[in-house]
């Protein structure tokens, strides 16, 4: 009697806890419909296989293109996207300190201009290296493309010329937006007609003039002391320096600058900005240093659209095209003296070394 009446208490004690079997059935449940999934995520499965196999051989391969295509086109896109916001970046800084000296006396020297200048192509690259080549610059590309093929293609060169082309234009909006009220001041004051010889001190601050209208040299004979010529190959050289200098410190086999494995290359940009301004503080008074046709062509063409006409462009003398051809023939030059010449005399002298 005492065994019997203790198993009733513990059946009944169970009944009072779990009385409808709740807990038994709902995993019961979950079982169940557990077992259910899998077999239907095994069947689609096998129907997903089944039709791929099926599907003919031309429907594959569109397939794999079209997704192909799809992730070349946003990194592209992503490309000239930084290749516009790094263009963009760099003109208005450039543009902008240089409205700030002239009309406003506030950039005193030379070296103050050349280094912010510097200073915003340093930025501009750190701020988009991450997700475009940084060019930031047609000559720059131009010599990518007739250089360094194997890293960068030719069908990107006139997409890449074209956003850095409109960055610039934009950037001399932006500068103009913010400082027109200022440049009509400026020109009220000194007497200066937009349009005419005059305006050629405010048409300076939308791009590049040989020689620099900073220096006076624009009245009478010493308009000539730089002739159209000699400033397109002061400015074939500069650029060809410049991107001579790029591609040395871009090298990664140069570990003055960073690793070779390419992991630490942080300096690059900083060391290209101090390039730029040297070059301006060297060739500035003579031909402003343009070194960038995206830099100096969009401005001068928004800045005939909104008075300057003939002094912006085509300028005194005709000599527009200076700033176009100079670079884009210094900078080729430039990038193959590395690396067709040094590159490879080094590798002669450490194959030389070795053996």
């Not at 027109?180 to 300076?204: F, P």
């Not at 009245?219 to 190959?233: K, L, W, Y």
């Not at 005709?318 to 990038?335: E, Q």
Request: charged letters at 15%; aromatic letters at 12%.
């Amino acid at each position: 009697r005492v065994t019997c009446s203790y198993q009733m208490t513990r059946l009944r004690g169970s009944e009072m806890e779990d009385p409808l079997n709740v807990n038994e059935d709902r995993n019961l449940i979950e079982k169940e419909s557990s077992i259910a999934t899998s077999k239907l995520d095994v069947s689609a499965t096998k129907a997903t296989s089944s039709y791929i196999d099926s599907a003919p051989p031309r429907n594959k391969f569109l397939c794999s293109l079209s997704r192909v295509f799809t992730k070349n086109v946003l990194l592209f896109l992503a490309e000239l996207g930084g290749e516009f916001i790094g263009t963009f970046v760099l003109t208005l800084i450039a543009i902008t300190v240089s409205a700030s000296d002239i009309l406003l006396n506030t950039e005193v020297g030379l070296w103050n201009i050349a280094f912010v200048t510097g200073m915003g192509v340093g930025i501009s690259i750190y701020s988009t290296a991450y997700f475009s080549n940084s060019h930031l610059n047609p000559a720059v590309t131009l010599a990518f493309a007739l250089v360094r093929r194997r890293v960068f293609s030719w069908k990107k060169v006139v997409p890449y010329m074209a956003v850095q082309l409109l960055a610039a234009f934009l950037g001399g909006a932006v500068l103009y937006a913010a400082y027109w009220d200022t440049i009509e001041l400026y020109e009220e004051v000194n007497g200066i007609t937009r349009g005419q010889n005059n305006s050629i001190i405010t048409a300076a601050i939308f791009g590049a003039y040989f020689p620099s209208p900073a220096y006076d040299l624009y009245e009478g004979s010493h308009n000539d002391v730089v002739s159209p010529a000699r400033a397109m190959a002061i400015e074939a050289w500069a650029t060809g320096i410049l991107v001579f200098m790029i591609f040395s410190f871009s090298d990664p086999n140069n570990s003055s600058v960073g690793r070779v494995d390419r992991k630490n290359k942080s300096a690059v940009p900083v060391l290209i900005g101090l390039t730029v301004a040297v070059l301006i503080s060297l060739y500035a008074p003579l031909t402003q240093a343009g070194l960038n046709p995206a830099k100096v062509t969009g401005p001068r063409i928004l800045a005939a659209f909104l008075g300057w006409g003939s002094v912006a462009i085509p300028g005194p003398r005709n000599g527009f095209w200076v700033y176009i051809i100079g670079p884009l023939i210094g900078a080729p030059v430039g990038a193959a003296l590395y690396d067709w010449f040094v590159v490879r005399m080094a590798k002669r002298s450490f194959k030389q070394q070795s053996e």
